[in-house]
Each structure stands twice: as C-alpha cells, then as structure tokens.
C-alpha cells in the first residue's frame, strides 16, 4: 500500500466545504487510493488501494443517529447546499444521518459516489466533478 492514514488526514484538512472535494479526490488518487468508503455513525473511513488492502480511520465525532427511514429529496437539497460550500463536514454528516444515510462508498476510478442506507442499500449515486 503506498499512502497512510497521515497523509490522506493531510489533504483532507485541506478541504473546507464540499466545494473543494475534487481536488482532494484527484490528491489521494494519485497517493493510489482507489475506492473508499465512510460511515456516517461515526465518521470512520477505508481507503482501499487496487488490491484490496485498506487502511481505516478511527471515529472522527461523537456518534450520530441514523435516521431509519431515508428522505431522499431532502437528502438532494443538502447534498447540493454542500457541494456548494453552504455548510461543513460534520454539518453534512449530521444531514445525512437526519435523512438515513448511512454512508457513502467513492470509486476514484469512476469517479461515483454512492449514498446507502443503515440496510446497504444504494440510495443515490452522482457522479464527482474531477
């Protein structure tokens, strides 16, 4: 594996809003991050390289309440807001876990992210602006 846990929190504190999530995207791709997954609960991270090795990051906040019942247009509206740079990492978490979003799984390859539920279930899936 060729990054660590240290650098990905590098380039992360990088980003300040939704807004600058690309760059960070094209930074830990290029460190040989190729998918990763974030779980809403408790911030927590897998960053997979090409093989399958991962390294995890621990709990980033207290933990939060996923709502169990997904409300998906209002998911939309706040995932826009902070793509935007309307509002910051935790104040999105906290969006997604009021609307039941459980987390989100990024395939630097495709260039996805997809939003699932406290089943795994696939809710939405955008495409990332590179």
């Known amino acids: 594996m060729k990054f660590t846990i240290d650098e990905i929190k590098t380039e ?6 939704g807004a ?6 094209q930074e830990i791709k290029n460190m040989g991050v190729s998918h990763y997954t974030t779980f809403v609960a408790g911030g927590s991270t897998k960053y997979f390289d090409a093989e399958n090795n991962f390294a995890e990051t ?12 997904v409300n998906l247009e209002n998911f939309k509206i706040r995932l826009k807001l902070h793509q935007q740079g309307g509002t910051d990492y935790l104040t999105f978490c906290k969006d997604c876990a009021e609307n039941g979003i459980n987390g989100w799984k990024m395939d630097l390859n495709k260039m996805i992210c997809t939003y699932f539920d406290k089943n795994q279930k696939d809710i939405l899936t955008e495409q990332v602006p590179s």
Do not use: R
């Open 12 to 17: 992360h504190q990088k980003v300040k809003s």
């Open 20 to 25: 600058d999530f690309p760059k960070y995207i």
């Open 58 to 69: 621990e709990a980033k906040y207290e933990v939060l309440n996923i709502t169990e019942n």
